[in-house]
């Protein structure tokens, strides 16, 4: 049996995603642990489900994160402290620092509301991705898990899962289809990493490709 990993969740927005890894942690399907939230949004729906469950959770503030030396040094006592083995991003929009990513390298998931590469990078983000997904006139989108680099929405594919766009689709129903999904994609990779399924010390990581 595989040591449980401490995960360490970074989210600012409602917490859905958070949600459902913190449940399906608790139905014994991750082996895993959940040893800290950070958080630079006070008043999230991340935040309160930590406090409710009584998940430790760190505030990362605008000054913390405009000062680039003092959000890496932030991060980097509080992933010690906390023995962190994988950074979930989990709705957390801000860049990571370089030195934390070296640091994880391939121990840091995000999870994205399109299918990478396709409507990702700088603001690309929430329901502007649906919006400009609509307005594309796209047949299909879906979700993304990637390990994080230094490029926003650039790192490996780890796993995606498709969507159809339906002819009366709006921006919100979209939304909340891909939430849908994410809720099962994110567990499940999740999942596979606690199990060592999928090995984040090589170099190349195995790439999989999930459809419904
Ligand atoms: C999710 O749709 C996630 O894919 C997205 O933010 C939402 C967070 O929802 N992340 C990004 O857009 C990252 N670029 P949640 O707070 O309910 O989990």
Not at 57 to 76: C, G, M, Q, V
Not at 118 to 135: A, Q, R
């Amino acid at each position: 049996m595989i040591n449980k990993k401490n995960i360490t969740i970074m989210a600012s927005g409602n917490g859905s995603n958070f949600i459902s890894i913190y449940n399906a942690i608790k139905n014994g399907i991750i082996n895993g642990r959940i040893n800290l939230l950070i958080s630079n949004k006070k008043r999230s729906g991340a935040v309160k489900f930590a406090e409710e469950k009584n998940i430790y959770t760190k505030f990362l503030s605008k000054k913390i994160i405009d000062s680039r030396k003092d959000y890496a040094n932030f991060l980097e006592i509080n992933l010690k402290q906390f023995e962190t083995d994988l950074i979930i991003l989990a709705g957390y929009l801000k860049m990571i620092p370089k030195e934390i990513i070296i640091m994880y390298k391939n121990r840091i998931l995000n999870i994205h509301p399109s299918l990478l590469p396709k409507f990702g990078g700088k603001g690309f983000y929430g329901m502007k991705v649906h919006e400009k997904v609509i307005s594309s006139n796209e047949k299909v989108s879906g979700a993304t898990v990637h390990f994080v680099d230094e490029i926003y929405d650039n790192g490996p594919i780890i796993a995606q899962q498709k969507v159809n766009i339906s002819p009366n689709e709006t921006p919100l129903t979209l939304s909340k289809k891909v939430l849908d999904v994410e809720h099962k994609l994110f567990p499940h990779v999740i999942k596979k990493i606690c199990e060592d399924e999928i090995n984040f010390n090589k170099i190349k990581p195995k790439i999989e490709e999930i459809r419904k």
